[in-house]
Every structure is written in structure tokens, then in C-alpha cells.
């Protein structure tokens, strides 16, 4: 019996990225994806999309529930003829009976992307820190880049006559989230006008800031950090995300009587924002507390062209990590291998 090397798979790490946050890339990297997101689209809408992730496989772990993140990786994986595995903590051994790298050692021997949705942003680095394939983050404690591209590219099919996204000036109104941080960063590279609109006590935390004001003095771009719902005035998007989270239950009725009713994105603030302001907001959305049903359903809302770009950034995400690595077979190796295996079998 002849042995093949010890590994069936390309255990090398140079060039090999990650997607732990969107403050890692360039602007330039973060256009690139939208492009392919545009090219992917286009391609969805004719039924033509090219089996840009076939034979290939996305591991899929939930430390969270999650309907958009879950759905849209499963099935983008799919859609470019590759597969997708749901794990969740009770199925695999994730920093308990194994350590986190070598539960990434040990993934990255069997499929061609991570993608993990945690508690914690050291669990995805965790995975990441010894992995041979890309670690997509997808949502922690601290960050949602996944989200980001969705959002990015949702702006970008929504913007106002005669603008560019660097012309935009975006109003997240409400909590310190993990969407407000992603969006922060993203939109202040981008040379965005950025506001978060927040009572003092839940503003976003210094650490944040720094990083947005590198972003603008890099790109153009301005922070505005204020509890002065005011602020919407001429606003070109309003964002809102949910009050509170997972572990923030216990602060959930101080949470609530801190935000509501002044920063509820209601028509009235619309209103206040102008008359084509747009309205976003990752969703979930509780319409009965961050935002209002008449909002959501209003023609400034692209709430669900939002939801629909989780597919759109997915697909773009999975081909822009994975195809440095496809080396597709030439002819005559696929037929070496067929006859070389046809033919030990026939002796059985
Ligand atoms: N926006 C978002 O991440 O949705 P899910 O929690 O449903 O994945």
C-alpha cells in the first residue's frame, strides 16, 4: 500500500486571513467584497450563480440562536455547491473537553471555512489562533463584521441621488452594540459621518472611539458621539438595534427605562431625520421597544433588502476567503484518480 502524505489538505498558513473584524481590511479589501456581493447578486437574480465553493464545506458554530446568520451561510454554502454543518456547543467539544485551537487544528483538517457565532470574541480568536482555514466571526460580544457587509452593501444599492457612501451620514440611535461598534468602524473608514445617539451611561467605550478617530483622520471621516436625539437632523440613514442582549438580562429594566421613550426610532424621529432618511436595523427587531411598527414598515425602511444581504455578503465572504485555495484538477489527474480507484475496486 502506497501512503499519501500525512494531510489531505493545504495546511499552509501563509496568506492565510481571517474575518475576526472588518477593521483588519482596507477599505479598498472591504470594496472588493462589495463588488463581488454586486457580482453575486446579479448572478442569484438570473440563476447563474457559478459553483464558486463546490466540493467545499463551511463549519457553522452557535453559541447564540440566530435565524439571518444561520440561514444565510447554510445556504449560500449551498447555492455555490458546497455544504454547511450546524454545530452547536452540545455537539462538539468547544473549549471544555478541547481547547479551542485544537478544536480549529482539527476543523480545519475537514472543511474550508470556520464560521462561529459566540458569546465571547476570544472564543473566535481562540479558534482562529491555530487554524489552517479562514475564521469568520460571526457575531461576538464585541463585534458583527458579517453584519457590516450586509449593511455596507445594502447603503451602497440605497444611496441618496448624487451621493457615495463616503458621503453619508449615518445615526445609530440607541445602545453600544456589537452592530454599533462594527458599523462605527466601518463607517469611519469609509470617510462616513458617524453619530451614536446614546445616553451617557451606555455610550460607546473609549477603546472604540480611538479606533473611529484613526479611521477619520485616515479617510475624512467624523465621529459624533452625543445623547442629543436632535442629532438625527438631516441624517441621510437611521440605524437601531436591539436594547439589550444575551448576559444583559439582568440590566434589562434599567436598559429599558434608560432608552425608552427617548431613543425609540418612532415616525416622529424620522421626521426629525428628514424626509428621505432610510431607515435600517439588523432585526431582530422589538417593535415595541427600539423601534416602531410603523417605522419598520414605512418606505424608508430597508430593513428587509437588509435581512436579504446577510445571502448576498455570505456568498461574497465564502468565495473572497476560499479561492486563493481552489486548485481545480486538471483532467488528467481527475482521471488518473477515477481509473486508479475503479479499478482497485473491480479487484474486490
Ligand atoms: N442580524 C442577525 O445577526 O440576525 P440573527 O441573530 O438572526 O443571525
Redesign the pocket.
Known sequence: MKMPSSSATNLKKEGLRHLLKTQDYTKKELNDILELMAMLKEARKENALPQLFKGKSVAMIFEQ??????VSFETAATMLGGHALFLSPKDIHLGSKESLEDTGRVLSRMVDVIMARVDEHSTVAGLAEQASVPVING?CDWL?PT?IMADLFTMAEHLPEGKSLSDLTVAFVGDATNVTSSLMFACTKFGMTFKHICPERFKAPQKWVEIALDNCEASGGKLVITDNTDEVAGCDIIVADSFYWFGQEDEKELRLSTFIPNYVVTQELMDKAGPDAMFMH???ANDTRECTREVMESPRSVIFDEAEN?LTAQMALLVYFTHHHIQAPTEATLTMHKDKIEGFLKTL
Request: contains cysteine; hydrophobic residues 15%; proline residues 15%.
Open positions: 440562536p440566530s435565524t439571518r446568520t444561520r457575531l458583527h453584519q439588523c432585526l431582530p446577510r
